[in-house]
């Protein structure tokens, strides 16, 4: 799951090291690189995210129904 991340990365570095000066680097590094991977990584982890507030939220809603009260 993480390849596609770490390759990104690598290739940013890449990019980033071979701009002339340091702020175009970092610019790049934080703009093609860091910003992106972090949009990626979270629509990625999306889908674990609503398992697990599912599976928090499962336990509850078994209560409810065992008790009768659906207030």
Do not use: C, K
Not at 6 to 31: N, Q
């Amino acid at each position: 799951m993480y390849l596609i991340p770490i390759a990104w990365l690598y290739v940013v570095i890449l990019v980033a090291a071979a701009e002339d000066s340091i702020l175009a680097g970092a610019l790049t590094f934080v703009f093609w690189g860091l910003a992106p991977l972090a949009l990626f990584m979270w629509l990625l982890g999306t889908p674990a995210r609503r398992r697990r507030q599912r599976a928090r939220e499962a336990p509850e809603h078994n209560d409810r129904a065992e008790t009768g009260s659906d207030q």
